[in-house]
């Protein structure tokens, strides 16, 4: 019996890992089912803020004050799976494009607002996957980067935010502990 089950366990964590979300995966990100046009051909304003912020502290922290979120666009749209306020679209060209849903950004914070864009451009942008490492900090379960597959929001990112942001650019979850450490 069990060996007859090995196999059928097998396959199935194979089918549970080589998807995400629901659609094709290349490499680590989602991505768009078919074609190679993006749905818009620019950025809507309303994100042009947040963009702004992702590149100045990009090059405070890096040191490259040539860094731009460049080609990536960034509309309201549906994201396709009902449980994601935001997703990083790569197409089969490398074309880059990030969807909010509207609903949800109409009706949160604006640190929450900045949480998903900021996330949703370490994919698009810095060529980063998911990371859901948690760790218990004074008792308090933390995620302990901004790339964690449920987003970072509310007094969590807003308390903690230079932590979290040292961590999406240098991948320091030293700076995240410390964050939590310091301001409980």
């Known amino acids: 019996m069990k060996n007859k089950l090995l196999p059928l366990i097998v396959l199935s964590l194979i089918a549970i890992l080589s998807t995400s979300c629901g659609m094709p995966i290349i490499g680590k990100h989602v991505q768009k089912k078919s074609g190679t046009s993006r749905l818009f051909s620019s950025t809507d304003s309303t994100f042009s803020p947040y963009v702004a912020q992702f590149e100045s502290y990009a090059k405070s922290v890096t040191g ?84 964690n597959s449920i987003i970072v929001l509310g007094t969590d990112y807003s308390n903690h935010r230079p932590g979290y942001l040292d961590e999406l650019f240098n991948r320091n979850k030293t700076s995240v502990i410390n964050a939590f450490i310091n301001t409980p």
């Not at 994201?79 to 009706?107: A, H, M």
Request: aromatic content about 10%.
């Open 64 to 147: 490259n004050s040539g860094f731009s979120v460049g080609d990536v666009l960034i509309n309201f749209g549906d994201p396709e799976v009902n449980t994601f306020q935001g997703v990083c679209y790569i197409y089969s060209n490398d074309l880059r494009e990030i969807i909010i849903r509207k609903q949800w950004w109409d009706t949160a914070a604006d640190s929450d607002r900045e949480s998903l864009i900021f996330h949703e451009l370490g994919h698009c942008k810095l060529d980063r996957d998911h990371d859901d490492e948690v760790n218990v900090i004074g008792g308090k379960s933390v995620k302990l980067s901004m790339m």
